[in-house]
């Protein structure tokens, strides 16, 4: 049996052995949903890491570094410095309003019910772009170990995928994500260790290296970031992204109350920048290390297995097969984490938010509910894997940055005004969601990425391939332009706040009462819903 074979099978297994342990003790919607609402802000800031540490951060930004040097750092500084505005701007005030869903916030403050739905269409389909991202990663990660076809591997992965959340729901899922957040920051220090290593553990002279090979250019702005405009543009959808993305903004309701939820942050500030700060050494190492080794390129010059792969080949020349192979064992371990993190949050946005609360206006069945979030777990699943085969030549750091437009253009201007600006109307709201998500959408398809790379124009109709800079002004704009001309605003968001005797409350859920955790997953105390 090879290495790859021993950790793939290894970490399936205990996935699979976490996943049967939270199954027996997901009994109610408030477990299944927020794991109870019980999690310390220490395991949440581990599992939030592990939700946003994806396969575009291990293995698509590595490749960047790669292929394109300093343009990377963009991606990485983007992304975290969206961290420090999420701690400030929403962490306190979603996690007092004890909801399951963003679509939940909004519907504390509007009664509109096309408000509900343009909140679950914009999570839907942020959660699926996303969910296209991870599958690329594991359909080139197995085809390259295993030799499997680009459809047999994501469909194996989907599979875990639907086991894993349709059993165990958030309780599963954090617990996956806490042990694949600390395996990942393992496996970057063992990474970074060696390539430094192989410079006498100095970086300057790897960086002399960097420079003398790429000729200085790996080391300045790249043909991706050639125009200002651009540039600026991405780095703000990374920013305010993460402040959309619904799989993160759902671990806000995990935590028992405000400061919890804001030490989360904390916590997960501080392994993506130790990640990030890694990434730089073993991008860097890829590029010097393994662009020139002529054993881990094709005929044509190509690297083996696309530029996603760099991180395996740099394992494989620094610590042999088995050192591949753990890499190549987390990498997959992080797919799935984050898929099921998506998936979590795709099935909520359709069983609870779109079933439960608007279609049958919060008189669902709770056993219908919990039984269509498995089912919608499946269906996103198929739809992802249809999709992510349009889009599996793309280095999956890039689609990860057209993801976050859409976040940042469509979730993040209506959540921020409904907790912060008491003018915003129902009409404003949905003027805002509405016009972000189009504008992000449109301006995608029509850019270089989409009309010219994959549809075959000549040219594009929008210049330029990140859109944030024009759709997230646009969405604040619509969402303002109608509140002001609509005289009937909505309710103030401090009369859904709860008074501070009830703060650590939950909302009233179905079934037996929920149950606090422990990490490793051993001691439940029981807890009293309201």
């Given at each position: 049996?090879?290495?790859?074979?021993?950790?793939?099978?290894?970490?399936?297994?205990?996935?699979?052995?976490?996943?049967?342990?939270?199954?027996?003790?997901?009994?109610?919607?408030?477990?299944?949903?927020?794991?109870?609402?019980?999690?310390?802000?220490?395991?949440?800031?581990?599992?939030?890491?592990?939700?946003?540490?994806?396969?575009?951060?291990?293995?698509?930004?590595?490749?960047?570094?790669l292929g394109q040097g300093y343009d990377s750092l963009v991606y990485a500084v983007g992304t975290l410095a969206g961290w420090p505005l999420l701690m400030l701007l929403l962490a306190d005030k979603l996690r007092a309003l004890g909801r399951y869903s963003v679509a939940e916030v909004l519907a504390s403050r509007f009664d509109a019910r096309s408000v509900r739905l343009m909140s679950i269409i914009s999570s839907l389909t942020i959660t699926l772009f996303y969910l296209i991202v991870q599958l690329v990663g594991a359909g080139k990660l197995?085809?390259?170990?295993?030799?499997?076809?680009?459809?047999?591997?994501?469909?194996?992965?989907?599979?875990?995928?639907?086991?894993?959340?349709?059993?165990?729901?958030?309780?599963?899922?954090?617990?996956?994500?806490?042990?694949?957040?600390?395996?990942?920051?393992?496996?970057?220090?063992?990474?970074?260790?060696?390539?430094?290593?192989?410079?006498?553990?100095?970086?300057?002279?790897?960086?002399?290296?960097?420079?003398?090979?790429?000729?200085?250019?790996?080391?300045?702005?790249?043909?991706?970031?050639?125009?200002?405009?651009?540039?600026?543009?991405?780095?703000?959808?990374?920013?305010?992204?993460?402040?959309?993305?619904?799989?993160?903004?759902?671990?806000?309701?995990?935590?028992?109350?405000?400061?919890?939820?804001?030490?989360?942050?904390?916590?997960?500030?501080?392994?993506?920048?130790?990640?990030?700060?890694?990434?730089?050494?073993?991008?860097?190492?890829?590029?010097?290390?393994?662009?020139?080794?002529?054993?881990?390129?094709?005929?044509?010059?190509?690297?083996?297995?696309?530029?996603?792969?760099?991180?395996?080949?740099?394992?494989?020349?620094?610590?042999?097969?088995?050192?591949?192979?753990?890499?190549?064992?987390?990498?997959?371990?992080?797919?799935?984490?984050?898929?099921?993190?998506?998936?979590?949050?795709?099935?909520?946005?359709?069983?609870?938010?779109?079933?439960?609360?608007?279609?049958?206006?919060?008189?669902?069945?709770?056993?219908?509910?919990?039984?269509?979030?498995?089912?919608?777990?499946?269906?996103?699943?198929?739809?992802?894997?249809?999709?992510?085969?349009?889009?599996?030549?793309?280095?999956?750091?890039?689609?990860?940055?057209?993801?976050?437009?859409?976040?940042?253009?469509?979730?993040?201007?209506?959540?921020?005004?409904?907790?912060?600006?008491?003018?915003?109307?129902?009409?404003?709201?949905?003027?805002?969601?509405?016009?972000?998500?189009?504008?992000?959408?449109?301006?995608?398809?029509?850019?270089?990425?989409?009309?010219?790379?994959?549809?075959?124009?000549?040219?594009?109709?929008?210049?330029?391939?990140?859109?944030?800079?024009?759709?997230?002004?646009?969405?604040?704009?619509?969402?303002?332009?109608?509140?002001?001309?609509?005289?009937?605003?909505?309710?103030?968001?401090d009369a859904a706040l709860p008074r501070a005797d009830t703060a650590k409350q939950r909302p009233s859920s179905s079934g037996p009462a929920s149950q606090q955790t422990d990490w490793p997953p051993a001691q439940h105390r029981n807890r009293k819903t309201t």
């Amino acid at each position: 049996m090879s290495p790859a074979t021993v950790f793939f099978l290894l970490f399936i297994a205990a996935s699979l052995l976490l996943t049967r342990r939270a199954a027996r003790l997901t009994r109610s919607a408030d477990d299944f949903y927020t794991a109870g609402g019980q999690l310390p802000a220490w395991q949440n800031g581990l599992a939030l890491a592990g939700d946003f540490l994806s396969a575009a951060a291990f293995l698509g930004s590595i490749g960047m570094y790669l292929g394109q040097g300093y343009d990377s750092l963009v991606y990485a500084v983007g992304t975290l410095a969206g961290w420090p505005l999420l701690m400030l701007l929403l962490a306190d005030k979603l996690r007092a309003l004890g909801r399951y869903s963003v679509a939940e916030v909004l519907a504390s403050r509007f009664d509109a019910r096309s408000v509900r739905l343009m909140s679950i269409i914009s999570s839907l389909t942020i959660t699926l772009f996303y969910l296209i991202v991870q599958l690329v990663g594991a359909g080139k990660l197995l085809q390259l170990l295993f030799g499997l076809p680009y459809l047999a591997a994501i469909g194996l992965v989907v599979g875990l995928m639907v086991l894993q959340v349709g059993l165990g729901g958030m309780l599963a899922t954090s617990w996956i994500q806490m042990t694949k957040a600390a395996l990942m920051l393992l496996c970057a220090l063992l990474l970074a260790g060696g390539v430094l290593q192989r410079f006498g553990y100095s970086a300057p002279a790897l960086f002399a290296q960097v420079d003398q090979l790429s000729h200085g250019q790996a080391l300045l702005p790249g043909k991706s970031l050639s125009d200002p405009l651009d540039a600026l543009s991405l780095g703000l959808g990374l920013s305010l992204g993460l402040l959309g993305l619904p799989h993160i903004l759902l671990r806000f309701f995990t935590v028992a109350d405000g400061r919890a939820a804001r030490r989360s942050v904390g916590w997960a500030t501080g392994i993506v920048g130790l990640f990030f700060l890694l990434n730089i050494i073993i991008g860097y190492g890829a590029l010097v290390l393994v662009g020139p080794a002529a054993p881990f390129h094709d005929a044509a010059g190509k690297l083996l297995g696309g530029g996603n792969m760099a991180a395996l080949h740099l394992a494989s020349l620094l610590g042999g097969p088995w050192l591949q192979a753990l890499i190549a064992g987390v990498a997959f371990a992080t797919i799935l984490a984050v898929l099921a993190g998506l998936a979590m949050a795709g099935a909520s946005a359709i069983s609870h938010d779109l079933y439960a609360l608007w279609l049958c206006r919060g008189q669902a069945d709770p056993q219908r509910e919990w039984q269509l979030s498995r089912l919608a777990t499946l269906l996103l699943g198929v739809a992802a894997v249809l999709l992510s085969t349009l889009f599996q030549n793309l280095n999956i750091a890039f689609l990860v940055g057209l993801a976050f437009a859409i976040a940042a253009s469509s979730n993040f201007p209506v959540l921020l005004l409904t907790l912060h600006w008491r003018g915003l109307s129902a009409r404003g709201a949905l003027a805002g969601g509405c016009c972000g998500m189009l504008a992000a959408l449109g301006l995608i398809i029509t850019g270089p990425t989409v009309w010219v790379g994959m549809l075959g124009h000549a040219r594009p109709l929008f210049p330029y391939a990140n859109p944030a800079l024009f759709s997230v002004p646009l969405a604040f704009a619509a969402a303002w332009l109608a509140s002001v001309l609509d005289k009937t605003p909505g309710r103030s968001i401090d009369a859904a706040l709860p008074r501070a005797d009830t703060a650590k409350q939950r909302p009233s859920s179905s079934g037996p009462a929920s149950q606090q955790t422990d990490w490793p997953p051993a001691q439940h105390r029981n807890r009293k819903t309201t």
